[in-house]
């Protein structure tokens, strides 16, 4: 009886070979338990941890045959040649290779603490904003917010003393009341219902857009369908 070894294969795309005119197409043999049992997914570290995360008992518990592996990452993963099945990425939706599918929308409004306003006294006009130094590392979404409050050539200024690469770690400069920041209310829910954020005006701004996407030639893959369906459903 022919024996077979239970591993999968990820498609890598045509590779080139020494002394062959013409790429190959390759593939890369999985050792992660059962290929089609194990679904991988990369996201931006907020994401991950504020939104996707607190929602991912759900999946598993209508797929309790899969299990999850979330990389937690801000670079954009090469779906033909990393071991990742699915993506959350950031920007217009158009990326060759790859079906996308919109979430949501990227929204952000200036957030700062209760002991920050208290101190900082009356931030009554999005004007007044610029009266404080800012806590941020995405310049051009509090010129797209100024602009939405239409509030003409905003000369914000901002703090030097801290950089971030993540709402993440703003939120918590923010929480421990260093300052004014942007950041996208969906992810800290909790923060705010419970006073630890105040968002300092219901006026919200937009900048892209929150996609799911994967490869197109996996687009049928049961596992891939699966979380597509309910990711779509939770949105």
Same mark, same amino acid.
């Given at each position: 009886?022919?024996?077979?070894?239970?591993? /999968?294969?990820?498609?890598?795309? %045509?590779?080139?070979?020494?002394?062959?005119?013409?790429?190959?197409?390759?593939?890369?043999?999985?050792?992660?338990?059962?290929?089609?049992?194990?679904?991988?997914?990369?996201?931006?570290?907020?994401?991950?941890?504020?939104?996707?995360?607190?929602?991912?008992?759900?999946?598993?518990n209508a797929n309790p045959d899969l299990d999850i592996e979330l990389k937690a990452?801000?670079?954009?993963?090469?779906?033909?040649?990393?071991?990742?099945?699915?993506?959350?990425?950031?920007?217009?939706?158009?990326?060759? /290779?790859?079906?996308?599918?919109?979430?949501?929308?990227?929204?952000?409004? %200036?957030?700062?603490?209760?002991?920050?306003?208290?101190?900082?006294?009356?931030?009554?006009? %999005?004007?007044?904003?610029?009266?404080?130094?800012?806590?941020?590392?995405?310049?051009?979404?509090?010129?797209?917010?100024?602009?939405?409050?239409?509030?003409?050539?905003?000369?914000?200024?901002?703090?030097? +003393?801290?950089?971030?690469?993540?709402?993440?770690?703003?939120?918590?400069?923010?929480?421990?009341?260093?300052g004014i920041a942007l950041l996208t209310p969906m992810f800290f829910q909790t923060e705010i219902q419970?006073?630890?954020?105040?968002?300092?005006?219901?006026?919200?701004?937009?900048?892209?857009?929150?996609?799911?996407?994967?490869?197109?030639?996996?687009? +049928?893959?049961?596992?891939?369908?699966?979380?597509?369906?309910?990711?779509?459903?939770?949105?």
């Open positions: 009886m022919e024996q077979k070894l239970p591993l /999968g294969y990820e498609d890598i795309g %045509p590779q080139a070979l020494k002394n062959i005119v013409r790429p190959v197409k390759a593939y890369r043999v999985s050792l992660r338990r059962g290929a089609e049992t194990v679904l991988s997914i990369t996201a931006t570290s907020t994401f991950s941890s504020n939104w996707l995360v607190p929602r991912l008992g759900g999946f598993r990452m801000s670079r954009v993963v090469d779906f033909s040649r990393e071991p990742f099945d699915v993506g959350i990425r950031e920007g217009h939706g158009k990326w060759p /290779g790859l079906k996308a599918h919109p979430l949501m929308d990227r929204e952000f409004a %200036p957030f700062c603490s209760p002991a920050f306003l208290e101190a900082a006294g009356e931030i009554r006009v %999005p004007s007044d904003v610029l009266k404080h130094p800012l806590l941020d590392w995405r310049d051009d979404w509090w010129l797209d917010w100024f602009n939405a409050a239409g509030v003409d050539s905003p000369k914000p200024s901002f703090s030097q +003393n801290f950089q971030f690469d993540t709402q993440l770690a703003i939120s918590q400069a923010v929480i421990s009341g260093q419970s006073g630890r954020l105040v968002q300092l005006f219901d006026l919200t701004g937009r900048h892209g857009k929150f996609w799911l996407v994967y490869s197109e030639t996996r687009q +049928n893959s049961r596992k891939i369908v699966a979380f597509r369906d309910w990711l779509l459903g939770e949105v």
